[in-house]
T-cell receptor, first 112, second 114 residues
Framework: KQEVTQIPAALSVPEGENLVLNCSFT??????LQWFRQDPGKGLTSLLL?????REQTSGRLNASLDKSSGRSTLYIAASQPGDSATYLC???????????FGTGTRLKVLA | GAGVSQSPRYKVAKRGQDVALRCDPI?????LFWYQQALGQGPEFLTY????????KSGLPSDRFFAERPEGSVSTLKIQRTQQEDSAVYLC????????????FGPGTRLTVL
């Protein structure tokens, strides 16, 4: 059974810092891994989608890497801004199923 | 519309009442998913539709939960005889095809059962 873990659970950093959010999963047979952002009271916004054959994806100040063999992904945020404050969720789509399995998220606060 | 929409955004129900939550997916999207997100947790899968066919309902927590998508577009999640443990945000997502297509999420319906 696929399990997804995210550490840290919460993170508070000063504006301008580079930071790394971690996601680990137990079953390496995945279709893809997706990072989402969730603002309070809002739905999920997709940030980056990494297919199982890919090693990384980049969008602006965000970079996500995938190491399937070790069951890990990292989301790197460069030059953090207060507007980056949100909960970041990692989700894995396991081969042979339709559903995403989510981690419990990392709650990020960037201080001005 | 431009994205996935859900209604109502907020619903308060007394224990024992029936509720119906609506999801309007992105036009043309074949796949539709329902997830349940408890406070402080990640979303958990409930059910999956491909067009009007419900291909996976393994995540529905009890037979009080029922979902339908009769014409392959709008979907309704119905909860009968609501219990306090049903309080959560219910998220709907759609994708153009099946996995591994990106799932686009709606804003969710926050259900509070008193």
């Amino acid at each position: 059974k696929q399990e997804v873990t995210q550490i840290p659970a919460a993170l508070s950093v000063p504006e301008g810092e580079n930071l790394v959010l971690n996601c680990s999963f137990t079953d390496s047979a995945i279709y893809n891994l997706q990072w989402f952002r969730q603002d309070p009271g809002k739905g999920l916004t997709s940030l980056l989608l990494i297919q199982s054959s890919q090693r990384e994806q980049t969008s602006g100040r965000l970079n996500a890497s995938l190491d399937k063999s070790s069951g890990r992904s990292t989301l790197y945020i460069a030059a953090s801004q207060p507007g980056d404050s949100a909960t970041y969720l990692c989700a894995v789509s396991t081969s042979g199923t339709y559903k995403y399995i989510f981690g419990t998220g990392t709650r990020l606060k960037v201080l001005a | 519309g431009a994205g996935v929409s859900q209604s109502p955004r907020y619903k308060v129900a007394k224990r024992g009442q029936d509720v119906a939550l609506r999801c309007d997916p992105i036009s043309g999207h074949v796949s539709l998913f329902w997830y349940q997100q408890a406070l402080g947790q990640g979303p958990e899968f409930l059910t999956y539709f491909q067009n009007e066919a419900q291909l996976d309902k393994s995540g529905l927590p009890s037979d009080r939960f029922f979902a339908e998508r009769p014409e392959g577009s709008v979907s309704t999640l119905k909860i009968q005889r609501t219990q306090q443990e049903d309080s959560a945000v219910y998220l709907c997502a759609s994708s153009l095809g099946g996995p591994p297509d990106t799932q686009y999420f709606g804003p969710g319906t926050r259900l509070t059962v008193l």
